[in-house]
């Protein structure tokens, strides 16, 4: 299986650009914001890898007999509505539009940059529908909307190609857990069903070993262009809030479970917590590595800022009132008790295609707060 991924990136590496791509589309190639030539097929052709529009959705207990608590799902919550998107089905959809508690959403995944991420579909009033072009940009997956054919940057929401090249689609929170993070925090959530109407090894991973730091073919494509502050491959959790932009490493967050740091004037803190596989691991995903999961929210709340420190895996106490916090950023002990910190957009991304996207990103070295 691993062959789909070096497949996929000896594409990338010789093909022809995306400005020879253009059959078959009525997108406006004269309005870009980027060189049509960093757009390159990407093996799939347009819509080739199927996005899901009509998706349907089960029951914990149904869901919990084809997954582990391992599993990584992206959890994405409006209002009272929790639903869960396992990446053993986004693995191979890539794109998800779906209505949540009446908000148009566009729940996404790129297997090439360990990308998942969630926008508002929303754009001057019209719902967008997305789907994938086949084309990779710096090896992440380009959407297109169905109303424009405009293309768009799946790792940062911005338009590139087309009649809404220069906009931006709103982020919204949608933090990669567990499974058993997922069922345990939402007993009465719902889960991506695997009915999806097509027929695809739900469980298993086409790109085996691809996150192996030593042999992964990704990094001889970024060998000329990468940035070596951090290994390729690394995981950063990648967070742009007041029009900065900060990476901090999972290798800091193993050794310190709890970050306290300022973006612009926003105190954020930076959780971790282990018990989640990686998706581009073993052949079968729930097999995968451990490389955790990430939580980041505004620690301000009720007029004070919170300052936090371990306690225990998968809870975070509060300095200023020893409460104690969960990886959803939802107090669950102490004076502050059912209170909720407010979440903010972030991905685990690798190194490499956040830094190729945000190259004057500011890299956590050491934890902020010692």
């Given at each position: 299986?691993?062959?789909?991924?070096?497949?996929?990136?000896?594409?990338?590496?010789?093909?022809?650009?995306?400005?020879?791509?253009?059959?078959?589309?009525?997108?406006?190639?004269?309005?870009?914001?980027?060189?049509?030539?960093?757009?390159?097929?990407?093996?799939?052709?347009?819509?080739?890898?199927?996005a899901?529009?009509?998706?349907?959705?089960?029951?914990?207990?149904?869901?919990?007999?084809?997954?582990?608590?391992?599993?990584?799902?992206v959890?994405?919550?409006?209002?009272?509505?929790?639903?869960?998107?396992?990446?053993?089905?986004?693995?191979?959809?890539?794109?998800?539009?779906?209505?949540?508690?009446?908000?148009?959403?566009?729940?996404?995944?790129?297997?090439?940059?360990?990308?998942?991420?969630?926008?508002?579909?929303?754009?001057?009033?019209?719902?967008?529908?997305?789907?994938?072009?086949?084309?990779?940009?710096?090896?992440?997956?380009?959407?297109?909307?169905?109303?424009?054919?405009?293309?768009?940057?799946?790792?940062?929401?911005?338009?590139?190609?087309?009649v809404?090249?220069?906009?931006?689609?709103?982020?919204?929170?949608?933090?990669?857990?567990?499974?058993?993070?997922?069922?345990?925090?939402?007993p009465?959530?719902?889960?991506?069903?695997?009915?999806t109407?097509?027929?695809?090894?739900?469980?298993?991973?086409?790109?085996?070993?691809?996150?192996d730091?030593?042999?992964?073919?990704?990094?001889?494509?970024?060998?000329?262009?990468?940035?070596?502050?951090?290994?390729?491959?690394?995981?950063?959790?990648?967070?742009?809030?007041?029009?900065?932009?900060?990476?901090?490493?999972?290798?800091?967050?193993?050794?310190?479970?709890?970050?306290?740091?300022?973006?612009?004037?926003?105190?954020?803190?930076?959780?971790?917590?282990?018990?989640?596989?990686?998706?581009?691991?073993?052949?079968?995903?729930?097999?995968?590595?451990?490389?955790?999961?990430?939580?980041?929210?505004?620690?301000?709340?009720?007029?004070?800022?919170?300052?936090?420190?371990?306690?225990?895996?998968g809870?975070?106490?509060?300095?200023?009132?020893?409460?104690?916090?969960?990886?959803?950023?939802?107090?669950?002990?102490?004076?502050?008790?059912?209170?909720?910190?407010?979440?903010?957009?972030?991905?685990?991304?690798?190194?490499?295609?956040?830094?190729?996207?945000?190259p004057?990103?500011?890299?956590?070295?050491?934890?902020?707060?010692?």
């Amino acid at each position: 299986m691993r062959n789909v991924a070096l497949t996929v990136v000896a594409l990338a590496i010789g093909a022809s650009p995306a400005l020879a791509q253009r059959e078959g589309w009525h997108t406006d190639f004269s309005r870009h914001t980027v060189p049509l030539e960093e757009i390159v097929p990407g093996g799939p052709p347009k819509d080739g890898i199927p996005a899901l529009d009509h998706p349907r959705f089960t029951s914990i207990s149904e869901a919990g007999t084809w997954l582990s608590d391992r599993d990584p799902v992206v959890l994405v919550q409006e209002g009272d509505e929790a639903r869960a998107y396992p990446l053993q089905i986004l693995i191979w959809h890539e794109i998800v539009n779906d209505v949540v508690a009446g908000r148009p959403l566009a729940i996404t995944f790129c297997p090439l940059c360990n990308t998942a991420l969630a926008f508002d579909r929303r754009l001057d009033g019209r719902t967008l529908d997305f789907g994938t072009t086949g084309q990779l940009r710096h090896s992440d997956l380009v959407m297109y909307d169905r109303q424009t054919e405009s293309w768009w940057q799946q790792a940062t929401g911005e338009g590139i190609v087309g009649v809404h090249a220069g906009r931006q689609l709103e982020f919204v929170s949608a933090p990669l857990v567990s499974w058993e993070t997922f069922k345990s925090a939402h007993p009465a959530g719902s889960v991506l069903s695997r009915r999806t109407g097509y027929d695809r090894p739900y469980g298993q991973n086409p790109y085996t070993r691809y996150d192996d730091s030593g042999g992964s073919p990704i990094t001889s494509f970024f060998r000329a262009r990468r940035d070596d502050r951090l290994p390729a491959m690394a995981r950063v959790v990648a967070v742009s809030l007041a029009g900065m932009d900060v990476a901090y490493p999972f290798a800091i967050l193993r050794e310190r479970a709890a970050l306290n740091d300022e973006i612009g004037e926003v105190p954020i803190a930076v959780f971790w917590k282990p018990g989640t596989a990686s998706a581009l691991d073993r052949q079968r995903i729930a097999e995968g590595r451990d490389v955790g999961s990430t939580g980041v929210f505004d620690r301000r709340h009720g007029g004070r800022v919170l300052s936090f420190d371990p306690a225990g895996v998968g809870r975070f106490r509060d300095r200023e009132t020893g409460s104690e916090f969960d990886i959803l950023g939802r107090a669950v002990t102490g004076p502050l008790r059912s209170a909720r910190l407010r979440p903010i957009p972030h991905g685990n991304h690798f190194w490499f295609a956040w830094g190729v996207f945000k190259p004057s990103t500011r890299v956590v070295s050491s934890p902020p707060d010692g």
